[in-house]
């Protein structure tokens, strides 16, 4: 399907800002006149919201393999891109995405450990050639992100893991970053709100 919209996707750790950044600069997008479109992943769609419930807020799932995790993750995803992403685009949105098939990638390829190629293969049949024309990563010690995570009332199994676990994941996306330099910017989480939101933008500007 042709696109004429821009897709962007914000990734990072528990607790990094992701939500907040995101709020900042939509904000700003539709003070600019632009039309945008946000997500969240899992969820999106009818059928994605069930899957995130399952996958992220029950407490039955605790026991969930990584494997079904994997697949369940890119099943929500698969139904957010043909049902919203691709159309969205199409129409000249600006689509931006909380998380998208990078937290695949790292949350599930090198936090959990699974098989990469076979993540990578996964990943691709869910996403086709829907891909971020830009991926902003919010870059924290996972210690101080999962002490602003588990602060929130709604348990989320994700937010449960070890520290060796959002190690890993921090590490993992680093290393996404040095493999696909145009795509993916790192952001040093650390600094204020302002001094991410401003740098978020300037990078914004150059693909808008």
């Known amino acids: ?53 399952v996958l992220q807020h029950s407490q039955q799932s605790i026991g969930m393999l990584p494997e079904a995790e994997l697949l369940l993750f890119c099943a929500s995803r698969a139904q957010l891109v043909r049902e919203i992403i691709q159309p969205a685009l199409a129409e000249g949105k600006i689509v931006i995405a909380d998380r998208f098939f990078d937290s695949t990638t790292v949350y599930q390829g090198v936090g959990r450990k699974l098989n990469p190629p076979a993540v990578q293969f996964i990943n691709e049949f869910a996403i086709g050639d829907c891909r971020p024309d830009l991926t902003l990563v919010i870059d924290l010690d996972p210690r101080v992100g999962l002490e602003r995570a588990r602060g929130r009332e709604l348990f989320d199994r994700m937010e449960n893991q070890s520290l060796d676990f959002y190690d890993r994941v921090r590490q993992g996306y680093l290393a996404l970053a040095w493999q696909e330099p145009a795509r993916i910017k790192i952001l040093d989480g650390s600094q204020s709100l302002a001094a991410i939101e401003q740098q978020i933008w300037e990078l914004l500007r150059h693909v808008l």
């Open 1 to 53: 399907m042709a696109r004429s919209g821009k897709f962007i996707t914000f990734e990072g750790g528990e607790g990094c800002g992701k939500t907040t950044q995101i709020e900042r600069v939509v904000t700003r997008l539709r003070a600019d006149g632009r039309t945008v479109l946000i997500l969240r992943e899992p969820g999106g769609t009818s059928v994605g919201e069930q899957i995130r419930h």
